[in-house]
């Protein structure tokens, strides 16, 4: 139902920035809870940042600071801008989308899940 692409995956140095995109096909946007999850080699997929339906954002304590979620709802599109980069910060990050939950971090409450865009931050 709804499809979920990143983008903006890429080399960075340590301390740099690099921004994700995610679009989204479906129709009803809006109504869903939007997060972003990574996955590390040999580590399981971990909760990175949310924005809510209604804008209410949620982070991981090791990117509070660092990184800011946003989301605009007249493109179909969440955003995970990413500071301070930490080596650390490498992984394949995924955009995902829930319909309903009651803990927003719980990876297992999203409905839709993105391909993945590899980050690699060099140190």
């Known amino acids: 139902q709804e499809q979920l692409v990143e983008s903006g995956g890429g080399l960075v140095q340590a301390g740099g920035s690099l921004t994700l995109s995610c679009a989204a096909s479906g129709d009803a946007f809006s109504r869903y809870d939007m997060g972003w999850f990574r996955q590390a080699p040999g580590k399981e997929r971990q909760f990175v940042a949310a924005i809510s339906r209604r804008g209410i954002t949620y982070y991981a304590d090791s990117v509070k600071g660092r990184f800011t979620i946003s989301r605009d709802n007249a493109k179909n599109a969440v955003y995970l801008q990413m500071s301070s980069l930490k080596a650390e910060d490498t992984a394949v990050y995924y955009c995902?989308?829930?319909?309903?939950?009651?803990?927003?971090?719980?990876?297992?409450?999203?409905?839709?899940w993105g391909q993945g865009t590899q980050v690699t931050v060099s140190s």
């Open positions: 995902a989308a829930r319909d309903s939950g009651r803990v927003i971090s719980e990876l297992k409450g999203y409905n839709y």
